[in-house]
């Protein structure tokens, strides 16, 4: 239970009540894994995306992560901002608007920092996947 104090009601809900804290299994090829680590800190994020291969929409998402209060709250936000959104919307999210979301204080921002890097990484995994699995059924055919 992290301090109350200070922090805004968002944070503190989205600490305590976390959404979307799981996995899904990596190997599946619906599935996007981004896995960021913040170098100031040693805190590490992991955030992943289902997608729907015939309409390019992210059908869930889920995270796990290391790190302080304001990272775990920012990745529980960006999972809920995921879900049911084209992945060409999601790489416009921004930091700064988890951020602002969540009134988080200038020293945290590399904290929502994390969740940006991680929805990024998470859409490349996908895609690259997706791209290495459309490059072998095209050369065994
Ligand atoms: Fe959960 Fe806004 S309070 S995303
Ligand atoms: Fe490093 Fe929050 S203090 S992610």
Redesign the pocket.
């Known amino acids: 239970f992290i301090e109350a104090r200070g922090y805004h009601e968002r944070v503190v809900d989205h600490y305590n009540n976390p959404r979307n804290v799981g996995s899904f299994d990596k190997n599946d090829p619906t599935v996007g894994t981004g896995l960021v680590g913040?170098p100031?800190?040693?805190?590490v994020?992991k955030l992943q995306i289902k997608v729907d291969d015939n309409t390019g929409k992210i059908v869930d998402a889920c995270f796990k992560t290391f790190?302080?209060?304001?990272?775990i709250a920012s990745s529980s936000v960006a999972t809920e901002w995921l879900k049911g959104k084209q992945m060409e919307e999601v790489l416009v999210i921004k930091n700064t608007e988890i951020a602002k979301h969540l009134s988080l204080p200038p020293v945290?921002l590399?904290?929502s920092m994390?969740a940006e890097d991680a929805i990024k990484a998470a859409v490349k995994d996908y895609e690259v996947k997706r791209d290495m699995l459309g490059f072998k059924k095209s050369i065994s055919t």
């Open positions: 913040a100031a800190c040693g805190d994020m790190g302080c209060g304001s990272a945290k590399h904290c994390l």
